[in-house]
């Protein structure tokens, strides 16, 4: 066994991998394959992500929980149903994002833009 824990480290790794490089359309066209085939949402707990430039990022029901997106450009980025609780989102671009349903209780908001943002039963605003 464990297979299974191996194969979800590795799709966290390679999600991690291309966040970092900042290749939105390669993330996003991997996240959109791994939904079709029902697998699991992407964990992202903890991580640092801050600075990013990530406009358009599809990060719906990732679990960014204690994640640093910090000054992250998250522009029309869709976080739908995403878990942010205790995220660091200070001075982060969340213009026009999809934060519908998402659950940011406790999340640092300092200075972010959340311009034309949805945020329907978004959690902890």
């Known amino acids: 066994s464990g297979g299974f824990k191996e194969v979800t480290i590795m799709a966290n790794k390679k999600a991690l991998e291309l966040l970092k490089n900042e290749d939105v359309d390669a993330f996003n066209k991997w996240v959109k394959e791994r939904r079709k085939k029902g697998k699991d949402s992407i964990d ?5 992500l801050g600075g990013l430039k990530l406009k358009g990022i599809d ?12 000054k992250s450009d998250l522009r029309d980025a869709n976080l739908k149903s995403a878990r942010l609780r205790q995220a660091d989102l200070r ?3 969340l213009q026009c994002a999809d934060l519908a349903s998402a659950d940011l209780r406790k999340a640092k908001m300092k200075g972010a833009n959340l311009k034309k943002a949805t945020l329907k039963d978004a959690r902890g605003l």
């Open 91 to 93: 001075g982060a671009n």
């Open 59 to 70: 990060l719906r029901d990732a679990r960014l929980n204690g994640s640093n997106l910090r």
């Open 44 to 48: 992202l707990d903890d991580q640092n």
